[in-house]
């Protein structure tokens, strides 16, 4: 999995941090409830433990996730704090799309899938734009699935941890 | 469009079945109703009417949906009964993504096109994760369009036939 | 960027018309809001301001977008009137996936991020199948960010100017 690497970008996205907020409906009451979670991503493209690869671009599956037109897809580790080590609660599974054109901005379409902890068994549905050069990103939060059917909602990405020369990054949901 | 084939696998994810339900809203009432849809979708990997193909993963368009990374362009035929036979009521078109590292998992973003009986011209948005060993998964219904303007939802996939030879499958939607 | 032209087609999908029409919901009261956008999208192929590219495809990066299977990955200029020179108010990013066997199809996964005017730092999550042979196209509003919070809708899309011979377009969204 060569990733090159873009050695003058002074900022490194895999590592966010989310402010996840939902409203649930019950039916046939459709009484809303509004919730907060809180969660971190890691996202490493390189390492024995990678859990992103670049599979499409302009120069193919070789292409930077830092250039425009790179597909990346992504099966992050979820977990309650905000180390490897903490407990891992699921996993965020779908794609990652560098979508501007100077590179500094991905769309992204995935599941976050809860295996383990207080929402095991349920999925949250994302999609949202993430303009990483900002401090804070807001994302839709598009339906879910378990206790979270008939969801709605938003959250809001921060990057918490970059390590730029090793392409690895550590994601916070809240 | 060569496929790999893992001769390995002992199950097969392109023959599913699901369950919907939905939530539609009226202007200005919003009063919900709650409908269960039940139809199939035929996912074929293989043969002259094969309706999926790989474009882009680790190995390029040659890479197998088996494994972590592969993207698949679908267009299936939705029908209303299990067999191919049965009346078609519509297409399921949009993209699979291999997003488990063990390859065991899908994310699925796709439309199902509505082009006859009771729901013509209308459309439902999908976006889920399909873990494909597990019996049933369970999918978020994000959006829709024509009577199923403001749809909520989820859906329920479930296995209905597998034909690991030939990479072929229907898919039941309930 | 080669992306080849079908000199065959008669069609040219990249400029579109869409009419957009939302609720929104305010928490705790859950007050629905209805509203009309209309904007429009430069989708350029082609030029020195080429706004999409495709990534991946049966060939390759070079694939077609006029052909099934082949992903674009686009950074389309919004802007408040129909033509380039009217005021941009925000950029279209996201995936187009050929989805349909005889290439006349469209699968839309993107957001429109609004960056100035009225609706400056919100954005809208888009979904849908654009069969762009159809005259009018409607698709799924699934999410939105900022003021959209929780939105739920539909758009309608519409063919409004296309030139063939350079694959540039512009897009309506009403």
Redesign the interface.
Same mark, same amino acid.
Do not use: C, W
């Given at each position: 999995?060569a990733t090159p690497l873009n050695p003058t970008s002074n900022f490194f996205f895999f590592i966010f941090t989310v402010t996840l907020l939902y !409203?649930a409906?019950t039916? +046939?009451r459709?009484q +809303?409830r509004?919730t907060n979670l809180v969660f971190y991503v890691h996202d490493y493209l390189t390492g024995h433990d990678a859990?992103a690869?670049a @599979?499409?671009? /302009?120069?193919? +599956?070789e292409?930077s996730i830092l250039h425009?037109? $790179? @597909?990346l @897809? @992504?099966?992050d580790p979820v977990t309650e704090g905000p180390t490897i080590e903490s407990r891992e609660i699921g /996993?965020a599974?779908?794609?990652y !799309?560098?979508?501007? #054109?100077d590179g500094k901005?991905l769309?992204l379409?995935?599941?976050v899938?809860f295996t383990d902890g207080e929402h095991e068994g349920s999925?949250l549905?994302i999609?949202?734009?993430d #303009?990483f050069s900002m401090a804070e990103r807001?994302?839709?939060? !598009?339906?879910? $699935?378990?206790k979270f /059917?008939?969801v709605?909602?938003?959250g809001v990405m921060v990057t918490e941890f970059m390590d730029i020369a090793n392409l690895r990054a550590v994601l916070k949901l809240n």
């Open positions: 999995m !409203v409906y039916i +046939p459709h +809303p509004e859990s690869v @599979v499409a671009g /302009r120069a193919g +599956p292409s425009f037109g $790179t @597909v @897809v @992504v099966d /996993r599974q779908g794609m !799309v560098n979508s501007q #054109l901005g769309h379409v995935f599941s899938i999925t549905e999609q949202g734009a #303009l807001e994302f839709g939060v !598009v339906s879910g $699935t378990g /059917r008939f709605k909602g938003y």
